[in-house]
Nanobody, 123 residues
Framework: QVQLQESGPGLVKPSQTLSLTCTVS??????????WSWIRQPPGKGLEWMGA???????YYSPSLKSRTSISRDTSKNQFTLQLSSVTPEDTAVYYC???????????????WGQGTQVTVSS
């Protein structure tokens, strides 16, 4: 059973960089051919795919967030990390990490999800 757990600060100030880590257990993030994504849901809105890192280490980003987003991994810790720069209150959301067999799939294509972590951007 694969488990994902998000961690990071719940409050970030405007203009700062949001950094979240997803720790994976029960499976390796280098296993062919899975993609490990960050997805967020702002209050009252739908899910938004932000980006992913593949089993190979290749990264993929949403065009709307690409200029501010970076995803990396630490295979020794079986973790992958999201960094979102220059945050504004519009980046307030519940942030999820999730696994899929395709990049940027529909929500039902993700077979494992973290529980989500609330991040609020406020001064």
């Amino acid at each position: 059973q694969v488990q994902l757990q998000e961690s990071g600060p719940g409050l970030v100030k405007p203009s700062q960089t949001l950094s979240l880590t997803c720790t994976v257990s029960g499976g390796s993030i280098t296993t062919n051919y899975y993609y490990w994504s960050w997805i967020r849901q702002p209050p009252g809105k739908g899910l938004e795919w932000m980006g992913a890192i593949a089993y190979s280490g290749s990264t993929y980003y949403s065009p709307s967030l690409k200029s501010r987003t970076s995803i990396s991994r630490d295979t020794s810790k079986n973790q992958f990390t999201l960094q979102l720069s220059s945050v504004t209150p519009e980046d307030t959301a519940v942030y999820y990490c999730a696994r899929s067999a395709a990049v940027a799939g529909a929500p039902d294509e993700y077979d494992y999800w973290g529980q989500g972590t609330q991040v609020t951007v406020s001064s």
